[in-house]
């Protein structure tokens, strides 16, 4: 039989290469000690805003971090080109451990954890005390995500002028939440937003809110233009004119200590509890928690031999504190609508 070409033997065989190329598997990664520290300022679609070195830079997920998304605030480091010039892209390699974690799900029955904001020490609860009318649920849900995540709650009341707010602070005010209430007059004129500022001062603070309740226009008024400019497309974000987030964004709080930021985030109509566990929410209640020595085991702290109801008979506590951790601890129990 007639080969072609020479005789082959076994110096002929040709081997089809590896489309991962012939370097051996390794699992060291580097360590990227020369890499830059930034800070998330947004994402949109893969693209992650930093602020590295006081320039807004570009930058994609590095490989190695797998499945793990950086969020808004979260700490990271950056390599590659860090000039922030437009068509540059830089590389995240590495996600800072967090102080907090906000999360929420869909709903109660959502297994899945959106984590909204990185490192945040405040969560700054916005409520129209009128149109919208307030969701008391809503705001009960957020306390418990706050408490949850190692974020100091605070309530913000807009539209004073339409109602009036007691009724509502009435609720919460055996919890000793920080509160400020605002008019739209008092928006126009500055005097609220200086209270707001006061109140946000040296800390970094996430909005949260459901659509309509006057967020992003306080974050606006918080946040200037010119300040604005530290994160080069704001406007592409929150937009001049428009009063609609699509993503969470981290500004930086004007005339305020260094280290003090807003986080705007997208209006929420439903903040799902599945991740809570309920028995974290007692950490928030100091003046409760020690009471819990005495509960039986898996108590959940609103049945018959919950030693909190002793506890609070002794005087060492405030009534009104054991009703609202048990409030709070029933709506991890609930649907929002019910």
């Given amino acids: 039989m007639r080969r072609y070409g020479k005789n082959p033997d076994e110096d002929d065989i040709r081997v089809r290469p590896s489309r991962r190329g012939s370097r051996p598997r390794t699992h060291t ?4 000690e ?7 300022l947004t994402v949109d679609r893969g693209r992650i805003t930093c602020l590295v070195e006081g320039r807004t830079v570009t930058a994609m997920k590095a490989r190695e971090l797998g499945r793990k998304a950086a969020v808004v605030g979260d700490r990271v480091a950056v390599v590659g080109d860090l000039s922030g010039e437009k068509d540059t892209l830089a590389r995240i390699v590495r996600i800072e451990e967090r102080a907090s974690v906000l999360r ?3 709903d109660d029955d959502d297994p899945y954890e959106r984590v909204v904001v990185a490192n945040a020490d405040r969560l700054a609860v916005v409520t129209a005390l009128a149109d919208p009318e307030p969701r008391p ?3 009960d849900r957020c306390l418990v995500a706050a408490y949850d995540g190692g974020l100091e709650p605070v309530l913000v009341l807009t539209k004073s002028d339409l109602a009036d707010p007691d009724s509502l602070l009435d609720t919460y005010r055996a919890l000793g939440v920080p509160y400020v ?5 008092e928006l126009e004129d500055g005097s609220a937003v200086e209270r707001v500022r006061e109140l946000l001062d040296g800390h970094v603070t996430a909005f949260v809110g459901h659509s309509g309740v006057g967020k992003t226009t306080l974050v606006n008024a918080l946040v200037p233009e010119e300040q604005r400019r530290i994160t080069g497309h704001v406007n592409a974000v929150t937009g001049r004119g428009r009063h609609t987030t699509v993503s969470a964004l981290a500004l930086p709080l004007a005339d305020a200590a260094p280290g003090s930021w807003v986080i705007d985030t997208p209006g929420v109509r439903s903040f799902g509890l599945h991740h809570v566990d309920p028995s974290r929410v007692i950490h928030a209640f100091p003046d409760l928690e020690p009471g819990t020595e ?5 108590c959940s702290h609103d049945e018959p031999e919950c030693a909190l109801d002793q506890w609070v008979a002794d005087g060492r506590a405030d009534p009104a504190r054991l009703n609202s951790l048990r409030r709070l601890l029933a709506t991890r129990e609930r649907r929002e609508g019910d």
């Fill in 181 to 185: 209430v605002t008019s739209r007059e």
């Fill in 137 to 139: 649920r809503m705001i």
């Fill in 34 to 40: 020369d890499a830059a520290e930034g800070m998330v």
């Fill in 294 to 298: 005495e509960c039986p085991r898996g």
């Fill in 29 to 32: 990664r580097p360590k990227h």
């Fill in 104 to 106: 929420r799900t869909a």
